[in-house]
């Protein structure tokens, strides 16, 4: 068995920033009340005529760049993604990129689907089958929600974010690995009949600063680790009270816990993780040979955690 890690990252955040103020005044309540309940200041959304194709391809070749690799070295290309807009986008990125010979799926697992997708990629490395896989989570919120739907206009955005992963050195990489899911939750938060996101805020509220602890606590175990050995943890980003709760629970440095992409560009859904883990490596707060702890959780309802050693 190989050990399989991240050789490198991109995102691609969208450039229309919709504001709070744009918000407020749809619904008729103040900035500070949407910050007050979801810590979100700015969140953004991506062009009405570009696909998940579209926004999949910048964040691919962003982290094949960084991984100083070429698109023909990438064996396997992984989507995890909520908001299809056709179902096979592993296909069309495979294409686009250029990534000839090269094998894919497309994964569906609510807010989960990075933490699912790379430790699916991990296994294809870790058994040798393949050597570089392109995880790719993506998320355009924005065509499915309601927007007259307090509940998710206030949360929902867009983006995507891209991990290779490959081969790394001893004690680097991908130490645990851990993912459940409940479906009786499942009605909670799902698409309605006219394909909106439908959320029931406080039953996922609830079962979102519960399982966000402890998925880190149980991927600490199956990893033989403490909490005092981890270095930074990277969050879905949902709402910024559930990570707050979450974190006071767990009774770990809140500055070592990453909130910016909740508050400057919303929940995306699937690539927060991804986006999360690109902005803290591209800051320097997360270095080499740090540990870190990816955490997921949401739809399905499902959760899931990854412990990760920083570094090829």
């Given at each position: 068995?190989?050990?399989?890690?991240?050789?490198?990252?991109?995102?691609?955040?969208?450039?229309?920033?919709?504001?709070?103020?744009?918000?407020?005044?749809?619904?008729?309540?103040?900035?500070?009340?949407?910050?007050?309940?979801?810590?979100?200041?700015?969140?953004?959304?991506?062009?009405?005529?570009?696909?998940?194709?579209?926004?999949?391809?910048?964040?691919?070749?962003?982290?094949?760049?960084?991984?100083?690799?070429?698109?023909?070295?990438?064996?396997?290309?992984?989507?995890?993604?909520?908001?299809?807009?056709?179902?096979?986008?592993?296909?069309?990125?495979?294409?686009?990129?250029?990534?000839?010979?090269?094998?894919?799926?497309?994964?569906?697992?609510?807010?989960?689907?990075?933490?699912?997708?790379?430790?699916?990629?991990?296994?294809?490395?870790?058994?040798?089958?393949?050597?570089?896989?392109?995880?790719?989570?993506?998320?355009?919120?924005?065509?499915?929600?309601?927007?007259?739907?307090?509940?998710?206009?206030?949360?929902?955005?867009?983006?995507?974010?891209?991990?290779?992963?490959?081969?790394?050195?001893?004690?680097?990489?991908?130490?645990?690995?851990?993912?459940?899911?409940?479906?009786?939750?499942?009605?909670?938060?799902?698409?309605?009949?006219?394909?909106?996101?439908?959320?029931?805020?406080?039953?996922?509220?609830?079962?979102?600063?519960?399982?966000?602890?402890?998925?880190?606590?149980?991927?600490?175990?199956?990893?033989?680790?403490?909490?005092?050995?981890?270095?930074?943890?990277?969050?879905?980003?949902?709402?910024?009270?559930?990570?707050?709760?979450?974190?006071?629970?767990?009774?770990?440095?809140?500055?070592?816990?990453?909130?910016?992409?909740?508050?400057?560009?919303?929940?995306?859904?699937?690539?927060?993780?991804?986006?999360?883990?690109?902005?803290?490596?591209?800051?320097?707060?997360?270095?080499?040979?740090?540990?870190?702890?990816l955490v997921g959780y949401g739809a399905g309802l499902g959760w899931g955690a990854i412990t990760l050693r920083w570094g090829k």
């Amino acid at each position: 068995m190989y050990n399989a890690g991240i050789l490198g990252i991109g995102a691609n955040i969208p450039e229309t920033v919709i504001t709070n103020e744009v918000i407020a005044k749809r619904f008729g309540i103040t900035e500070e009340e949407i910050y007050r309940k979801t810590g979100i200041l700015e969140r953004r959304y991506e062009s009405t005529d570009a696909s998940l194709t579209d926004m999949c391809e910048i964040a691919g070749i962003r982290a094949i760049k960084d991984a100083g690799l070429d698109p023909m070295d990438i064996d396997m290309v992984i989507i995890g993604t909520n908001t299809h807009d056709t179902h096979i986008t592993a296909a069309l990125v495979q294409d686009r990129i250029g990534a000839v010979q090269c094998a894919g799926l497309d994964l569906h697992s609510g807010c989960s689907s990075f933490i699912t997708a790379l430790a699916t990629g991990a296994q294809f490395v870790q058994t040798g089958l393949y050597k570089n896989v392109l995880v790719i989570a993506v998320d355009k919120c924005s065509s499915l929600l309601n927007p007259m739907d307090k509940k998710t206009a206030l949360l929902f955005s867009d983006g995507a974010a891209a991990v290779v992963v490959g081969q790394v050195g001893e004690n680097k990489g991908i130490l645990g690995i851990n993912m459940q899911m409940d479906g009786s939750g499942g009605k909670y938060l799902h698409l309605d009949e006219n394909k909106n996101i439908k959320m029931d805020g406080r039953a996922v509220f609830e079962f979102a600063v519960n399982k966000f602890p402890e998925a880190v606590h149980k991927v600490l175990e199956v990893s033989g680790l403490n909490l005092a050995d981890v270095d930074f943890i990277v969050p879905h980003q949902s709402n910024l009270r559930i990570i707050e709760k979450g974190i006071e629970t767990l009774g770990y440095p809140v500055e070592k816990v990453h909130t910016k992409t909740i508050q400057y560009y919303g929940n995306s859904s699937a690539p927060t993780v991804a986006i999360g883990l690109y902005e803290e490596v591209k800051q320097g707060k997360i270095k080499d040979g740090d540990l870190v702890v990816l955490v997921g959780y949401g739809a399905g309802l499902g959760w899931g955690a990854i412990t990760l050693r920083w570094g090829k």
